[in-house]
């Protein structure tokens, strides 16, 4: 247990986040005390092994973390603050600028107050979603104001590195512009393709290969939730969608005419720009790495993901991602191993001896 980090830790909001938080720190030895406004949440957390109603305890924590929704997160921060005279507040709320502007404007004892945001998330909500494994080797943005306690910092970083997330510090200003680019936009651009599926009178959908999949599996997400982050980070998301607008116009205009000159060209260049930006996400290790990926066709039989397991683990190679998928009327599951691209082939190979179908 780090010296940085003490209990108890008290969670308000027992949702995704906020059990996942709870189910990975009473896993490592802590007290965690629950609350939430709804009883049910505040239970189904309890059940699931995240900590302790707060009803059955007394004893103060060290550290409150706030894992409510954005429009309510100032204020319950400020209310835990008053409340814990003694605790350190932190909050995982995916913008920051807005909270603590209600903070300050309220007098809130900000010495005490430093915000977090883990970059880590799922489409569902509640505590039925939620997975102690949820941070491991994600980013947790820390937040300085600048006017924090000695030790916060150390205290925070404790918290996110023990849930197994990397920290990144950034004030809340350059947090909610880099979360404008890489998350909020992201979720409009995927939300308004998957509403595009709506009226479709040739229910393409039904075709959907690995492609639609992947740009539209957060089109799944809460709306009550997106719309209060989008709501409180809209000055900063605004001018990356008229930017994308512009982008759109151009790319549209140029099919609109493909005999002019240069239009195939500015769709080339379009494209080309894309692959340049994907290559700046980073893989699972932080680094600007890509994973290649070796797919597997897995029949719908019991015991046969173990065997593949077991068969990948034979063959001495890391696994550093996987996602499954099934083939739409097909008794057969499509599983795709990501390693690193000098391992594809020795994994191929390994696998084909074992019997397995690899897609090509
Ligand atoms: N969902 C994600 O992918 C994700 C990722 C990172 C950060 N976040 C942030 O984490 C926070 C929680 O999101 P979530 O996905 O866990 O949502 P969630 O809906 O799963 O959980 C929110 C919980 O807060 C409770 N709650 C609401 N108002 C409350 C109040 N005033 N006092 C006490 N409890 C209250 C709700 O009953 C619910 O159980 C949000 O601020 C969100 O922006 C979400
Ligand atoms: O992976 C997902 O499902 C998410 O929605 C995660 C995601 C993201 O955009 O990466 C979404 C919002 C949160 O504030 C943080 C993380």
Redesign the pocket.
């Known amino acids: 247990m780090s010296h940085a980090l003490t209990g108890p830790v008290r969670v308000i909001g027992t949702g995704l986040l906020g059990t996942s938080i709870g189910l990975g720190l009473t896993r490592a030895g802590f007290e965690v005390q629950l609350s939430d406004a709804s009883p049910n949440n505040e239970r189904l957390a309890h059940e699931l092994r995240a900590g302790i109603p707060i009803a059955q305890t007394s004893a103060a924590p060290s550290l409150v973390v706030v894992c409510v929704p954005p429009d309510v997160t100032a204020a319950v921060i400020a209310e835990q603050l008053e409340l814990w005279p003694e605790a350190l507040v932190t909050d ?4 920051k600028l807005q909270p603590l502007e209600q903070l300050r404007e309220r007098g809130s004892d900000l010495s005490r107050y430093l915000g977090g ?8 909500g509640g505590p039925l979603s939620a997975r102690a494994d949820l941070f491991i080797g ?1 980013p947790w943005v820390i937040t300085p104001h600048g006017g924090e306690r000695e030790g916060a910092m150390e205290t925070v970083r404790a918290l996110a590195e023990l849930l197994g997330s990397n920290t990144v510090t950034l004030d809340a200003r350059a947090h909610d512009e880099s ?1 404008a680019l ?3 936009t ?2 409009i651009v995927s939300s308004l393709l998957a509403a595009r599926l709506v009226d479709d009178e040739h229910n393409a959908a039904a075709l959907a290969g690995q492609g639609l999949r992947d740009v539209t ?2 089109a799944a ?1 809460d709306d009550n939730l ?1 719309v209060q ?1 989008l709501a409180a980070n809209g000055p900063r998301v605004a001018p990356i969608l008229r930017a994308l607008e512009q982008d759109i116009s151009e790319v549209a205009a140029a099919l609109e005419q493909l005999e002019a000159d240069g239009s195939r060209l500015l769709v080339a260049e379009r494209m080309r720009r894309g692959a340049e930006g994907v290559q700046r996400i980073p893989g699972k290790h932080g680094g600007r790495r890509q994973f290649a990926t070796v797919t597997v066709l897995v029949e719908d039989r019991p015991g046969q993901l173990a065997k593949l397991f077991a068969d990948i683990e034979h063959s001495n190679i890391n696994l550093e991602d996987l996602r499954m998928d099934h083939s739409q009327g097909a008794e057969v599951g499509l599983v795709e191993v990501s390693v690193l691209p000098e391992a594809r082939a020795t994994l191929t190979e390994a696998l084909e001896a074992q019997g397995w179908r690899i897609a090509q």
């Open positions: 995982v709320a995916s913008v945001h883990p970059m880590a998330g799922r489409e569902t994600r979360v890489i998350s909020h992201p979720q599996r957060i997400s997106w982050i």
